[in-house]
Nanobody, 111 residues
Framework: QVQLVESGGGLVQPGGSLRLSCAASGLTFSMTVMNWYRQAPGKEREWVAAIGIHSNTNYADSVKGRFTISRDNAKNQVYLQMNSLKPEDTAVYYC?????WGQGTQVTVSS
C-alpha cells in the first residue's frame, strides 16, 4: 500500500523560507518520479515541481529560481525547499508519486 506523508508546512512571512518533506512507503521509491503540487483556496490543484529517477528536475514557471526539489533515495523522501516566498505561494502542498497523493501540508505566506 502506497503511503505519502508530507510535513514541514507552516506560517512564514513574505521573503521567508520553508522546507517541505514527503516520506514515501509502499513503492519502489528510487524508480518513481516524484512531484509536488499545490492547491490555493478557490483554485484548481497545480503542478509545482518534479524530480526524475536520475534526479533531473523541472519546475513551474511561477516557482523557478525560488524552489528546489530534491530526493534522498536512502530515506525514501522527497523535499521542496522554498525560498523568497510570496503571499501567492499560500496553498496546501501535496506530494505525488505513482499516481498516489499525500494528505497535504498547509503553507501560509503572510505578514
Amino acid at each position: 500500500q502506497v503511503q505519502l506523508v508530507e510535513s514541514g508546512g507552516g506560517l512564514v512571512q513574505p521573503g521567508g523560507s520553508l522546507r517541505l518533506s514527503c516520506a514515501a512507503s509502499g513503492l519502489t521509491f528510487s524508480m518513481t518520479v516524484m512531484n509536488w503540487y499545490r492547491q490555493a483556496p478557490g483554485k484548481e490543484r497545480e503542478w509545482v515541481a518534479a524530480i526524475g529517477i536520475h534526479s533531473n528536475t523541472n519546475y513551474a514557471d511561477s516557482v523557478k529560481g525560488r524552489f528546489t526539489i530534491s530526493r534522498d533515495n536512502a530515506k525514501n523522501q522527497v523535499y521542496l525547499q522554498m525560498n523568497s516566498l510570496k503571499p501567492e505561494d499560500t496553498a496546501v502542498y501535496y506530494c505525488n508519486g505513482n499516481s498516489r497523493w499525500g494528505q497535504g501540508t498547509q503553507v501560509t505566506v503572510s505578514s
